[in-house]
């Protein structure tokens, strides 16, 4: 579907797929993000790795001296040591992997698409099983947290519009009538405002990792940082699984423990995924805005047809038009043509009629916001929602369009 994208400046001419070129846009930043991630990251840790493999091959060296062990049977002797942490195999006494609760463990991070990358199956028929298990499982698990993220959108939405029935009841602005029968009122078309969504749901993301965090520093023994860290690579699923909680084999306090560690987990994966999906939002409204001001940059017909027009009163003709060859007026190549406009670009009056006509439209679109504000109606930019960007969406951006307001290209 080819879309007309109106720039601030009234123009209409610039016709392109707005879907495919959000797309575009879309893959070329990320693409800028991941070059300066990698700049970024390898700026900071290359000169780390650099010395722990300077620090690696002196130890090795060290070691062969030492026990008189040439450096090709230490490298088996390590590849077999390798082999056996892949197995779940430490120095340190850990818990069994493939007992029903590391078992129970592993599928709650198949599922959760986390893959810690602790624990992982050896055999083929495990293979071959957790190809079709993951499939089922993750598919499941993603409707579940869309779930989750309507419904606590639901309840925020609720909260929020309590809070601002309240404010309003108690300002004291409302007509008489309504003042004492606001449950008639209930501010139709409410919705909460995405980035007010975005603020909570931040918040309640830190919340949780902190209180995390102070549970996994004295049990795993971490430091507070690191499990800040844990936190934020778990809860987004990402799961590096340099750290990986409940390991030990022992605990104090073992089942609860668990328990909370379950919880958090839960909770924490639910929130970072509405978060993540709120911030998508956001930044498909940077997007739709920046394909805005490029539409605005290719338009410079329509820059210059608007710096005619500002030194042009809208009623008093200017100077005589200039004609062709001819004697015919040019057509006027102006991306913002109308009939209205051409008369203006040709040097023609304005009827009074056609004067009266745009004076009633515009009265009446001034009558209409003034109503939709005075009502708490949300507001609208585009007369078709289907030129927001958000409609007819699945899934979380199709939840976000239903519940939230403030979704439209202009935002």
């Avoid at 969504?197 to 996994?216: D, H, K, N, Q, R």
């Amino acid at each position: 579907q080819r879309m007309i994208v109106s720039c601030s400046c009234g123009c209409r001419s610039l016709h392109f797929n707005e879907d495919n070129g959000r797309f575009v846009l879309l893959a070329v930043l990320i693409l800028l993000y991941l070059l300066c991630g990698a700049a970024v990251f390898s700026a900071i840790e290359r000169p780390s790795e650099v010395r722990a493999h300077g620090r690696w091959n002196g130890t090795l060296l060290n070691f062969s001296e030492t026990f008189n062990i040439s450096l090709q049977d230490l490298n088996s002797f390590l590849r077999e040591y390798e082999a056996a942490i892949a197995a779940g195999i430490r120095a340190d006494a850990l818990r069994p992997r493939w007992d029903f609760t590391g078992a129970f463990y592993f599928v709650g991070t198949v599922v959760s698409t986390i893959g810690f990358g602790m624990t992982t199956p050896v055999t083929v028929a495990g293979k071959v099983f957790l190809i079709f298990y993951g499939l089922l499982g993750c598919a499941a698990t993603i409707l579940f947290f869309n779930l989750f993220l309507e419904r606590i959108i639901t309840l925020l939405a609720v909260v929020m519009k309590a809070v601002r029935e309240r404010r309003i009841r108690n300002s004291g602005l409302l007509p008489p009538g309504i003042r004492h029968d606001f449950s008639a009122y209930s501010l139709p078309g409410w919705k909460p405002s995405v980035y007010h969504v975005m603020l909570i749901l931040g918040l309640s993301a830190i919340t949780i990792s902190c209180c995390a965090s102070a549970m996994y520093t004295p049990v795993e023994g971490w430091a507070y940082l690191d499990s800040l860290y844990f936190c934020f690579v778990s809860f987004s699923t990402i799961g590096f699984g340099d750290f990986v909680s409940s390991q030990s084999a022992e605990y104090e306090y073992q089942t609860l423990y668990q328990l909370a560690n379950f919880f958090f987990i839960l909770m924490g994966v639910c929130c970072i995924y509405s978060l993540f999906n709120v911030i998508s939002i956001v930044i498909k409204q940077v997007l739709n805005w920046m394909l805005e001001k490029m539409s605005c940059l290719f338009c410079q017909r329509c820059n210059k047809a608007n710096a005619f027009l500002g030194r042009r009163n809208a009623i008093r003709p200017g100077s005589k038009s200039r004609r062709g060859r001819f004697g015919q007026v040019p057509d006027s190549d102006g991306p913002c043509d109308s009939d209205t406009e051409g008369r203006r670009l040709s040097g023609e009056m304005i009827s009074m009629k056609d004067l009266a006509a745009s004076n009633k439209v515009s009265l009446a679109i001034m009558q209409k916001q003034l109503s939709e504000s005075a009502n708490g109606y949300p507001r609208t930019v585009c007369g078709s929602s289907r030129h927001n960007g958000f409609s007819g969406g699945v899934g979380a951006l199709g939840i976000m369009n239903n519940r939230l307001a403030e979704t439209s290209n202009s935002r």
